[in-house]
């Protein structure tokens, strides 16, 4: 014998839509299914439907599942958004998307850190193809990782925004530094900088670089801790003339710290 269906996932089933929005804020996961199951839901509803945080895997794996509903790109984007959407649905729904929806993606802490890693592939995949102002657009508002793939594949003028993108994280532009084909307008860019030329690290990366330019070698060196000098030093490939100008640094600092030792043993 079949139990008798609850009075509110019954009400859910068969309400008008002007009292759809009154339910989607139900804890029942029965009324919410059956919800789905109404004929009067549109994108409106299923989008507030959305908007909800909280909403268990299987409501979204059942969204998913209704074809009526892939064609709408809000519908999409929302439920691949969705920190609850099963994984392989969410990856799934990120093909679809548009430049901007993975920007948006990529940047959400809710989203599942493989998803955004996905969408900033997908974003990075698409540079050849994009027009100079959605570059221009994705080095200001991109994420670290696109930041740091502009800054690896793109002009100067792109990569001078993409150098003061909030986003942009140290390592990611270390890994954008360790490339050798940089140019040097772009490795300029980022020895001038006014935040980044500062850090020890990159000013190590830099000068590991092939296309840094001599005057910012003899800027650099001074400032470096004795360590990461012996470091360069016995680096096994360095730019032309580095190499010399690190051990002539070594030596300076040997040669004037010698009086001082001489002063404390007297």
């Keep these: 014998m079949t139990a008798p269906e609850n009075p509110e996932a019954a009400a859910a089933r068969r309400a008008a839509p002007d009292a ?63 920190p609850h959407t099963p994984r392989l649905i969410a990856m799934r729904l990120l093909r ?10 990529s940047l959400a802490p809710a989203c599942l850190a493989e998803l955004r890693r996905l969408a ?33 594949q793109e002009s100067a ?14 390592s990611q532009l270390l890994k ?13 860019a980022a020895a001038s900088h006014a935040k980044w030329s500062h850090l020890i690290t990159v000013r190590v990366a830099l000068l590991r670089h092939p296309n840094l330019r001599p005057d910012r070698v003899a800027e650099f060196l001074p400032t470096l801790p004795l360590g990461e000098l012996k470091d360069i030093a016995s680096t ?12 002539e640094e070594l030596e300076r600092r040997r040669a004037s710290d010698a009086p001082e030792e001489s002063e404390k043993l007297s």
Excluded at 123 to 145: E, F, H, N, Y
Excluded at 157 to 170: K, S, Y
Excluded at 177 to 184: I, Q, R, T, V, W
């Design 176 to 188: 954008a530094l360790a490339k050798e084909n940089l140019s040097a307008a772009v490795v300029a």
């Design 120 to 152: 900033d592939a997908r974003i990075l995949t698409q540079l050849p193809q994009l027009p100079l102002g959605q570059k221009l657009m994705l080095a200001r508002r991109g994420s670290a990782r696109v930041a740091g793939g502009l800054i690896a």
């Design 20 to 82: 759809i929005p009154a339910l989607i804020p139900s804890a029942s996961e029965e009324v919410l299914r059956a919800l789905l199951e109404n004929q009067a839901l549109d994108e409106t509803h299923i989008c507030l439907l959305l908007e909800r945080k909280d909403l268990p895997s299987s409501v979204l794996e059942e969204i998913s599942k209704r074809k009526a509903w892939h064609a709408s790109h809000r519908i999409r984007r929302a439920l691949a958004a969705h």
């Design 157 to 170: 003028q792109v990569a001078r925004i993409a150098l003061d993108n909030a986003f942009l994280t140290e």
């Design 96 to 105: 679809g998307l548009y430049l901007l929806d993975l920007v948006q993606i």
């Design 236 to 247: 096994a490939r360095l730019p032309e003339g580095v190499r010399e100008r690190v051990l």
